[in-house]
Protein backbone atom coordinates (compact mmCIF):
# COMPACT_ATOMS: atom_id res chain seq x y z
CA UNK A 1 0.00 0.00 0.00
CA UNK A 2 1.25 3.53 -0.61
CA UNK A 3 -0.17 6.97 0.89
CA UNK A 4 -0.09 9.87 -0.72
CA UNK A 5 -0.24 13.05 1.03
CA UNK A 6 -0.47 16.41 -0.82
CA UNK A 7 0.10 19.70 0.21
CA UNK A 8 1.08 23.41 -0.47
CA UNK A 9 -2.09 24.44 -2.25
CA UNK A 10 -3.44 27.63 -1.48
CA UNK A 11 -5.32 30.87 -2.51
CA UNK A 12 -2.84 32.97 -5.05
CA UNK A 13 -3.56 36.06 -7.49
CA UNK A 14 -3.71 35.50 -11.32
CA UNK A 15 -0.12 35.69 -12.39
CA UNK A 16 1.48 34.10 -9.22
CA UNK A 17 2.85 30.95 -8.04
CA UNK A 18 2.59 27.75 -5.94
CA UNK A 19 4.65 24.32 -5.58
CA UNK A 20 2.59 21.49 -4.70
CA UNK A 21 4.38 18.25 -3.05
CA UNK A 22 3.16 14.68 -3.04
CA UNK A 23 4.73 12.83 0.38
CA UNK A 24 4.42 8.99 -0.30
CA UNK A 25 4.12 7.03 2.78
CA UNK A 26 4.20 2.98 2.81
CA UNK A 27 6.21 1.99 0.70
CA UNK A 28 8.50 3.48 -1.89
CA UNK A 29 7.50 4.98 -4.84
CA UNK A 30 10.42 3.06 -6.99
CA UNK A 31 9.17 1.91 -10.43
CA UNK A 32 6.06 3.81 -9.63
CA UNK A 33 5.58 6.68 -13.03
CA UNK A 34 3.71 9.70 -10.91
CA UNK A 35 1.05 11.82 -11.90
CA UNK A 36 -0.38 14.78 -11.09
CA UNK A 37 -4.53 15.27 -11.67
CA UNK A 38 -6.93 17.99 -11.05
CA UNK A 39 -10.54 18.48 -10.73
CA UNK A 40 -12.56 22.05 -10.99
CA UNK A 41 -16.22 22.11 -9.55
CA UNK A 42 -18.89 20.56 -11.48
CA UNK A 43 -16.26 19.24 -13.67
CA UNK A 44 -14.69 15.35 -14.51
CA UNK A 45 -11.02 14.92 -13.00
CA UNK A 46 -8.52 15.40 -15.50
CA UNK A 47 -5.00 15.01 -16.32
CA UNK A 48 -2.29 17.42 -16.12
CA UNK A 49 1.21 16.29 -15.75
CA UNK A 50 3.05 13.11 -15.24
CA UNK A 51 6.88 12.07 -14.56
CA UNK A 52 8.40 8.69 -15.01
CA UNK A 53 10.35 6.99 -11.74
CA UNK A 54 13.60 7.72 -13.56
CA UNK A 55 12.65 11.41 -14.06
CA UNK A 56 13.80 11.82 -17.92
CA UNK A 57 10.67 11.65 -19.35
CA UNK A 58 8.04 14.22 -17.96
CA UNK A 59 4.28 15.12 -20.16
CA UNK A 60 1.89 17.62 -19.73
CA UNK A 61 -1.34 18.71 -20.74
CA UNK A 62 -0.95 21.35 -23.20
CA UNK A 63 -2.70 24.22 -20.74
CA UNK A 64 -0.14 24.27 -18.91
CA UNK A 65 2.89 23.66 -20.72
CA UNK A 66 5.41 26.37 -20.46
CA UNK A 67 3.97 27.14 -16.77
CA UNK A 68 3.95 23.93 -14.48
CA UNK A 69 6.68 21.70 -14.09
CA UNK A 70 6.50 18.20 -12.16
CA UNK A 71 9.84 17.19 -11.15
CA UNK A 72 10.23 14.42 -8.30
CA UNK A 73 12.78 13.28 -5.82
CA UNK A 74 13.17 9.90 -5.59
CA UNK A 75 14.84 9.70 -2.16
CA UNK A 76 12.43 12.13 -0.53
CA UNK A 77 9.71 9.55 -1.80
CA UNK A 78 8.22 12.86 -2.69
CA UNK A 79 6.91 14.88 -5.98
CA UNK A 80 6.37 18.18 -6.51
CA UNK A 81 4.24 20.31 -8.94
CA UNK A 82 5.70 24.27 -9.24
CA UNK A 83 2.96 26.33 -11.14
CA UNK A 84 3.86 29.57 -12.58
CA UNK A 85 1.69 32.53 -13.97
CA UNK A 86 -1.13 30.54 -12.70
CA UNK A 87 -4.69 31.73 -14.27
CA UNK A 88 -8.24 31.63 -12.86
CA UNK A 89 -8.60 28.47 -14.72
CA UNK A 90 -6.16 26.63 -12.94
CA UNK A 91 -8.53 26.92 -9.51
CA UNK A 92 -9.14 22.99 -8.51
CA UNK A 93 -8.42 20.33 -6.40
CA UNK A 94 -5.49 18.61 -7.47
CA UNK A 95 -4.24 15.13 -6.53
CA UNK A 96 -1.42 13.02 -7.06
CA UNK A 97 -1.40 9.78 -8.19
CA UNK A 98 0.72 6.66 -8.90
CA UNK A 99 0.94 4.42 -12.05
CA UNK A 100 3.04 1.66 -13.63
CA UNK A 101 2.51 3.12 -17.21
CA UNK A 102 4.69 6.38 -17.57
CA UNK A 103 2.30 8.91 -19.74
CA UNK A 104 -0.76 7.68 -19.75
CA UNK A 105 -4.18 10.27 -19.00
CA UNK A 106 -6.54 7.92 -18.31
CA UNK A 107 -7.35 7.74 -14.60
CA UNK A 108 -8.03 4.36 -14.34
CA UNK A 109 -4.71 3.79 -15.22
CA UNK A 110 -3.82 4.85 -11.38
CA UNK A 111 -3.90 3.12 -8.47
CA UNK A 112 -2.87 5.08 -5.64
CA UNK A 113 -4.34 8.50 -4.86
CA UNK A 114 -3.64 11.38 -2.44
CA UNK A 115 -6.51 13.22 -0.86
CA UNK A 116 -6.10 16.30 -3.10
CA UNK A 117 -5.01 20.09 -1.99
CA UNK A 118 -7.00 22.99 -2.81
CA UNK A 119 -5.62 25.62 -5.31
CA UNK A 120 -7.89 28.82 -5.92
CA UNK A 121 -6.45 31.61 -8.53
CA UNK A 122 -8.26 35.28 -8.38
CA UNK A 123 -8.47 37.40 -10.63
Known amino acids: QVQLVESGGGLVQAGGSLRLSCAAS????????MGWFRQAPGKEREFVAA????????YYVDSVKGRFTISRDNAKNTVYLQMNSLKPEDTAVYYC????????????????WGQGTQVTVSS
Open 97 to 112: ATSVVFGTKDIFRYDY
Open 51 to 58: ISWSTRST
Open 26 to 33: GRTLSGYA
